[in-house]
């Protein structure tokens, strides 16, 4: 089992370009997640979709969209990059989203925009 | 809102040694308390959480860490500290406060050093 999987997991890209980060899961969960992570700052949300069909903004949306494909995969999109998106992207799963299960995480995208 | 401050942004440690990483959060309700570790290069995992009962909680790889309602704190510790327990700790919490989404701490970079 892979887990969860993340591609890429590198990116450079300019500022105004688009890009779209993947995840996937082979685990069966409900719940998915797109967080951000920038230096001591820890995790910020910017997705979040309960189940398959439904997607719901976190704290920091703006300049993001989503799209959960199917149960596997849910998918981030930079449709205008700037230079603040540089950061860290993680994809994290949740059997069902309930404050006190535990969230798995992907390896991460480095996204860097120019 | 709630809220949570780890209060050390790097910990350095002698290999062997004890640590304890400290963890403090702002809730009026009853909260449920998680921490992650990030080795380097990786996706976050759970270490261990608190959901109720025994405030002390036991995780993987010795770590375990106490949850003190009236300091509100729930501070991880490890009796004796190896090499590869080199990474990053975050802190996180749950509860009605968050609408049940995880808030997280800044992250405490632990440096074993030999």
């Known amino acids: 089992n892979a887990g969860v999987t993340q591609t890429p997991k590198f990116q450079v890209l300019k500022t105004g370009q688009s890009m779209t980060l993947q995840c996937a899961q082979d685990?069966?969960?409900?719940?998915m997640y797109w967080y951000r992570q920038d230096p001591g700052m820890g995790l910020r949300l910017i997705y979040y979709s309960a189940s398959e069909g439904t997607t719901d903004k976190g704290e920091v949306p703006n300049g993001y969209n989503v799209s959960r494909l199917n149960k596997r995969e849910f998918s981030l999109r930079l449709e205008s990059a700037a230079p603040s998106q540089t950061s860290v992207y993680f994809c994290a799963t949740e059997g069902i989203r309930a404050p006190q299960e535990t969230q798995y995480f992907g390896p991460g995208t480095r996204l860097l925009v120019l | 809102a709630q809220s949570v401050t780890q209060l050390d942004s790097q910990v350095p440690v002698f290999e062997e040694a004890p640590v304890e990483l400290r963890c403090n959060y702002s809730?009026?309700?009853?909260?449920?308390l998680f921490w992650y570790v990030q080795y380097p290069n990786q996706g976050l995992q759970l270490l261990l959480k608190?959901?109720?009962?025994s405030t002390l909680v036991k995780g993987i790889n010795g770590f375990e860490a106490e949850f003190n309602k009236s300091q509100t704190s729930f501070h991880l510790r490890k009796p004796s500290v190896h090499i590869s327990d080199t990474a990053e700790y975050f802190c996180?919490?749950?509860?009605?406060?968050?609408?049940?989404?995880?808030?997280w701490g800044a992250g405490t970079k632990l440096i074993i050093k030999p």
């Open positions: 809730s009026s309700v009853s909260v449920y």
């Open positions: 685990m069966n969960h409900n719940s």
């Open positions: 996180a919490v749950s509860g009605r406060d968050s609408n049940y989404q995880l808030i």
């Open positions: 608190y959901l109720s009962g």
